[in-house]
């Protein structure tokens, strides 16, 4: 329990909680990218990521509640969402039989790849007709991915970002709706396995608190940022995520 660790490392990880729901809260992405890595410099990383599982569920659903068109959300991208359940539970049930060395390696150069193109004059736009059915091919990859790597976030953003006329409002409530379909069964399977367990999952909900006053001040801070520098942030989250799956799959 808590008692067990350290007051500094106790704090560090607070701070690197929350940071990780600054980002969530201004952008509705990046929070296990900042901070499982910076919580893995004082503990286990399985520790790490297993402590995220309750924040990361609670953060979405409230931004999912938080947010305004939330009807409009949900007929727009169910798709999508029943498509991850399906991609995940596919993710996990081949994850003994793949070389997650060379997905990782292939996700990531793609993931860099379209961020460079969505940042030059040259974009990916899906058009209105195509919406939906590209969102079952990128929820089964998320899943897939997912289920192997933990990284949901890559392939959903890409998705999004893809799309005409989503504003950063819009983004942020399509984006937390479609993690509720990852973080919920991941979390559910890291309780089946035990690696979430008693201790581990009461320090977890915890670690909700530092999350959520990040979420809060996040929040707020959205409202100051211009559309156009919110996607440029997205963007750079974005190529952060592929550098990941390729620091990930080289160590």
């Known amino acids: 329990m808590l008692s067990e660790y350290d007051p ?54 409230w ?11 949900v007929g727009r991208f169910w798709p999508a969402f029943v ?7 596919a993710g996990v049930a ?14 990531g150069f793609v993931v860099i790849a379209f961020t460079l193109l969505q940042a030059s004059t040259y974009k990916l736009h899906l058009p209105a007709a195509l919406e939906k059915p590209a969102g079952v091919v ?15 976030g890559p392939m959903l953003i890409i998705y999004l970002v893809s799309i005409r006329n989503l504003d950063k409002e819009r983004f942020v409530a399509s984006i937390s709706f479609l993690y509720l379909a990852c973080v919920v069964p991941w979390t559910i399977i890291l309780l089946w396995f035990g690696i979430l367990d008693v201790p581990l999952a009461l320090m977890s909900a915890a ?3 530092p999350v ?12 100051r ?16 995520s592929g550098g990941t799956m390729l620091w990930r799959a080289f160590t």
């Open 94 to 107: 081949i994850l003994s039989a793949i070389d997650e060395r060379s997905l990782l390696l292939f996700v």
């Open 83 to 89: 498509a991850i359940l399906f991609g995940t539970y």
């Open 138 to 152: 990128f929820g089964l990859a998320s899943g897939v991915i997912g289920g192997l790597s933990s990284m949901f």
């Open 225 to 240: 940022v211009s559309d156009q520098r919110f996607n440029r942030l997205i963007l750079v989250v974005l190529m952060a």
């Open 8 to 61: 500094l490392i106790i704090a560090w990880c607070s701070f690197a909680l929350f940071c990780g729901g600054l980002i969530k809260g201004t952008l509705g992405v990046g929070t296990p990218l900042l901070t499982v890595p910076l919580m893995a410099l004082v503990l286990p990383v399985q520790t790490a990521v297993a402590l995220m599982a309750i924040p990361v569920v609670v953060a979405n659903v």
């Open 207 to 209: 670690a909700t608190v």
């Open 63 to 73: 931004q999912a509640l938080q947010a305004k068109q939330i009807g409009t959300v």
């Open 212 to 223: 959520a006053a990040g979420l809060a001040i996040g929040r707020r801070l959205r409202g």
